[in-house]
């Protein structure tokens, strides 16, 4: 599990259960914590568009053995009319080296579909 952290403070976590490897890209569900109440009346979004997301960008992605995705663009979205309808959080640009180590799984997942003998 990652905690999701905004100047410092936890305001969500995610499993990062989806990933492109070839692009350093890890997705997943995002699951706000107590504190995410007050990050999101406090801070303004980075986006927003007529559809109803919201998007909060300049985000740290930091797993429980205190391993952060530096070089990653972590960015918080918000869906639906009532802004809580579904969350989701990505990790953009993870820069190869690391997405190995931390996401193995996602490395090997990539390459059984897409190796030769498949």
Same mark, same amino acid.
């Given at each position: 599990?990652?905690?999701?952290? *905004?100047? +410092? /403070?936890?305001? +969500?976590?995610? #499993?990062?259960?989806? +990933?492109? #490897?070839?692009? +350093? ?7 706000? $914590?107590?504190?995410? #109440?007050?990050?999101?009346? /406090? ?9 109803? &997301? ?5 985000? $740290?992605?930091?797993? *429980? ?6 070089? *990653?663009? &972590?960015? $918080? ?11 989701? $959080?990505? #990790? ?14 996602? &490395? ?11």
């Amino acid at each position: 599990m990652f905690n999701i952290i *905004a100047n +410092g /403070t936890v305001i +969500g976590r995610t #499993a990062f259960e989806h +990933g492109d #490897a070839p692009m +350093g890209v890890a997705f997943g569900a995002f699951l706000p $914590v107590e504190d995410f #109440a007050e990050f999101r009346a /406090t801070t303004p979004m980075t986006r927003q568009d007529d559809g109803g &997301v919201c998007v909060w960008s300049n985000l $740290v992605a930091m797993s *429980a053995e205190g391993i952060a995705l530096d070089g *990653a663009t &972590v960015t $918080v979205f918000v869906f639906g009319p009532e802004l809580s309808e579904e969350m989701e $959080v990505t #990790a953009e640009g993870i820069p190869s080296p690391l997405y190995e180590r931390v996401f193995a799984h996602h &490395v090997q997942d990539y390459e059984a579909r897409f190796s030769p003998e498949s």
